[in-house]
């Protein structure tokens, strides 16, 4: 079985949001501890995030002792950037990674057995690209095999891994999700 690591993307400067969302309350923690805790309760080899925007204030405010995190100067140039930039992160730093999963840190109604049921489906069918699939169409969070990963660190723009999900549909597994869908993204959504 190979091993799995996870890429939290966490870089967004959450401008529809008006504050930093990383740093927002759910349920007693920051929305990225909250995410980190339930991603982390089921065995992964590593877990990183990606920040940029607000990154000092994120490292200073939020436990991030369960992950690695590193910070990405072209955060601005969109989540394609920011996925680009995890990626070569840890081809170099983790080259014995035979699956990652990105994630987004802003979908705070995703459970724990929801991430298992990604990467068990990603034991099952170990050269497939598992995507959660909401609103018609198969979004993050998504685990792809290292077959991709050359392809996931030329990602580039604002578009993030759906490009690439959209011309492989015969090699994607979809699991049904409909709670991805709900993202924080306004203040409206934080009461969803």
Known sequence: ???????????????????????????????????LQVMLKHGVAS??????????????????AAADYIVNPTWEMGMGNSIAFGMRYLITNQPKLGHIMIAL???????????????????????????SYYDDHAGA????????FKRLAALDGDEGARRIVRNELKNVVKIAM???????DRPEDVSA
């Open 141 to 148: 969070p998504m685990v792809f095999p290292s077959s991709y």
């Open 105 to 131: 840190v802003d979908q705070p109604h995703i459970l724990t057995e929801d991430y298992a049921k990604l990467i068990e489906a990603s034991h099952i069918e170990p050269e497939k690209i598992i995507a």
């Open 178 to 184: 409909p709670q991805a869908a709900l993202d924080w």
């Open 1 to 35: 079985m190979s091993e799995i690591g996870i890429l939290l993307l966490a870089a967004g400067s959450s401008q529809r949001m008006g504050s930093p969302k990383q740093l927002l309350d759910y349920k007693g923690q920051t929305l990225i501890e909250h995410t």
């Open 47 to 64: 877990c990183t995030v990606v920040l940029g925007a607000n990154a000092k204030r994120i490292q200073t405010q939020c436990d991030l």
